[in-house]
T-cell receptor, first 114, second 110 residues
Framework: NAGVMQNPRHLVRRRGQEARLRCSPM?????VYWYRQLPEEGLKFMVY????????ESGMPKERFSAEFPKEGPSILRIQQVVRGDSAAYFC????????????FGSGTRLTVV | DQQVKQNSPSLSVQEGRISILNCDYT??????FLWYKKYPAEGPTFLIS?????DKNEDGRFTVFLNKSAKHLSLHIVPSQPGDSAVYFC?????????FGTGTSLTVIP
């Protein structure tokens, strides 16, 4: 009964490269949420997706960031042309339905841009 | 614009005593509040929640209190144990989004 799986755990990218972060939700969960934790800050909402649909992307930066949750496979958070300010821990969470309770988080991907 | 605030970045408590973690919020439309616990290199783990229509919820050693008029939330851990040492985030729900505080690092001293 695997939990939310995120990979890679650590990702190092040079400025200008692309970062792809993967999130496999818990079995049976069709709702995925991405959060970002910048140094010295709390978790900030980025995007909420259901299978093949973006429900709420109000927390996503307008440029360079995109997310998808295809019918098959994991959810992907993609950051193009990374900059140093993108260095953060990116957490994914999933739920079976819209979460009114605590949903389950993955262990996160720590992105370092050098 | 931080809608959920945890003004104490750290707290140290002796084992067996009470830990009180505080949280303030600004949005009166929040309808659900939660506490998460986070160990280093792990994702946050749900701990306890409270609906905005209640003022107290208890689960074992953990009790959450909600004071809507003061827009204040607190988590009480009694008795505190060394294994409780972690970062605690409070969060509030509005629509599809969770709004998290910046966390309080709790250290329980054996």
């Amino acid at each position: 009964n695997a939990g939310v799986m995120q990979n890679p755990r650590h990702l190092v990218r040079r400025r200008g490269q692309e970062a792809r972060l993967r999130c496999s939700p818990m079995k049976g969960h069709s709702h995925v949420y991405w959060y970002r934790q910048l140094p010295e800050e709390g978790l900030k909402f980025m995007v909420y997706l259901q299978k093949e649909n973006i429900i709420d992307e109000s927390g996503m930066p307008k440029e360079r960031f995109s997310a998808e949750f295809p019918k098959e496979g994991p959810s992907i958070l993609r950051i193009q042309q990374v900059v140093r300010g993108d260095s953060a821990a990116y957490f994914c969470a999933s739920s079976a339905q819209r979460a009114n309770y605590g949903y389950t988080f993955g262990s996160g991907t720590r992105l370092t841009v050098v | 614009d931080q809608q959920v605030k945890q003004n104490s970045p750290s707290l140290s408590v002796q084992e067996g005593r009470i830990s009180i973690l505080n949280c303030d919020y600004t949005n009166s439309m929040f309808d659900y509040f939660l506490w998460y616990k986070k160990y280093p290199a792990e994702g946050p783990t749900f701990l306890i929640s409270i609906s905005s229509i209640k003022d107290k919820n208890e689960d074992g050693r953990f009790t959450v209190f909600l004071n809507k008029s003061a827009k204040h939330l607190s988590l009480h851990i009694v008795p505190s144990q060394p294994g409780d040492s972690a970062v605690y985030f409070c969060a509030a729900i509005s629509g599809n989004q969770f709004y998290f505080g910046t966390g309080t690092s709790l250290t329980v001293i054996p």
